[in-house]
């Protein structure tokens, strides 16, 4: 239960092996890689961009493929961040037979293809509704044209303008027919001689019309002008479009088929990429390199015997320097590993201190039961768990195990405090073997007596800090400063427990004065911590003093403490509520009340043991984070990530 020993380990080997070595030392997954990117002596030939080039070709035939398919994902796998899996045989099928550069091209090739269908297809249903009203002509229109002595037109003229035509325009020298008519305007052909005024522009302007020129529609779709034989044309031509759509779509849904083999040629490139950024800042010359890490001293055979296949190499393994960055693992007993998750949260611990986590756990265990503080809620918490571990693949479990680890003590805390699903028993099955069968474990009653849990609450607060500062005691032991340890920190060690005991004493609950005796021992202890250091012989009485000043600060945190009594009475609160509005329904509905009485305990519990258990979680951390470490915990170290292969899309499996 504390830090791994690490050793750190540098490898001397040809440089020509450095590709090779990489991939071996990620398949082990034992060594933590350092990078020292200011010493790189020589320029590697390989071309830095061709892995950003691969996987650029790789993120735009996956964005095409995506709008073809997709990984199905539950919405459990949403939340765990579950990875579709592959066997490492097919992921060895798919890296040697995919030519990423193929079927970019094709993919490019296709998207270009269908953008300009799309566009021809839009044109040609542009001219499609230009010369559909007009597909009763039978005058090519080529031949609508002036010639030597008339002028012919074709316009779009409101329908009622045609009225004046003879009345006020005369139509001696101008002839019309009207082709079409719909939503209030004509399609008509005009005829008239050139010499005559008004002009048959003039003509159309008065009728309110503008003049058609259909030359551009029909271009290249009819040979003898005809609109009719245009619009065929066109039609057939966007049939073909479509068919040809068509096909390239088909050719892409089968080829979109194959997106997990694209998933998994991405995460194979990245691998690629991180080994090659390991091997530029690798220490190299013309031709060695050298590779530098940390690995746990207990997995120092494996890497050796990982690395026994190549002859021309060197290891050395060493204890770290003091003032080297080692970076960090935790290592604790099944029970403690779940608690990582709320160490984790804050940081890790530096190399040379102490793992905080197997301190933490049963105050964090505790806290979190007293927060939430119902038996059901915990049983719910518990089998949740259990579930989710066994129907789902979790790359890391610790805090569906911690949640698991808090519903036990939940259940405890809960059956202590006589919740079950709040006053459930007492609401639905008073008088009943249920009820006198809950009630017999209830010590505590947070809604009728909240002092009490009160009391309880400052007393673990007291205890946890105090659990603390010994932890910073043995810390500084640790460091070898045993004089420092016993007199800054033991000090507060005697007097705290003292202090209590001796206001204990006070009100009659303990008959004794060794508590009083404890406490001024305690107290001399903290004079001379405050004053041992002061040069000044006339100021020492005043630092002497002065040490007392934490007890300003250790007496704020005991009273943050008070919040495990808040969420305790809230989620108790809520609860009983939740029960007081179902039988509440039942009364208001007589008969059929009690249909709806099930659906408002669900919902209203299930709030309640969401709501709250975020919350328990929340609170309960931060007692840690800000009563608890701040004691002893200094933190800010690197957390150990072994070299291992890119697992971003998805998982290889043996």
Known sequence: MAVARMRKVTIFAYEDLGESIFETLRDLEVLHVTKRESRDLSYYEEDEDKYDEKLSQLSVIKSYFEQYTSIEKSFLDMFTGAKPQMSYEEFKRVVAGCDVDEVFVTVQKHGKRLKEIDQEIQELTQRVEVLAPWVELDIPIPEIRPTKTCDMQLAIVPSNSLNYVGDEISTEYVHFHEVWREHGNSGVWLVALLDQEPSLSAVVSALGGVSVNLSREIEGYSETGSVKEALNNIEKTVSDLLAEREEILSKDGEMAQDLMGILALIDYYLDKQNLFELRKSTPKTRFTLVIEGYAKAKEIDKLRDGLSIYKDIEIVDEEPGEDEDVPVFLENNVLIRPFEFVTNIYGYPQYNEMDP???????????FAMCLGDAIYGIILSIFSIWFIKTQSLEDDKLIRLLGYCGVSTLFAGALMGSWFGDLPSTFFGGTAIERFTSK????????DPITLLVVSLGLGIVHLWVGIIVKMLGTIREGAVFDAIVDDGSWVVFIPGLILWVLSLMGMIQSSIPLYIMIVGAVMIMWSGARNQPNIFMKPISAVGGFYNIVSYFSDTLSYARILALGLASAIIGVVVNMIAALIVDMVPGVGWVFVPVILIVGHLFNLVINALGSFIHSGRLQYVEFFSKFFE????????????????MVID
């Open 357 to 367: 986590t197997p301190f933490l756990a049963p105050f964090f265990w505790i806290f």
């Open 441 to 448: 474990f209830a010590v505590l009653d947070p809604v009728n």
């Open 635 to 650: 933190g800010g170290g690197t957390p150990f990530r072994p070299l291992k292969r890119v697992r971003k899309n998805i």
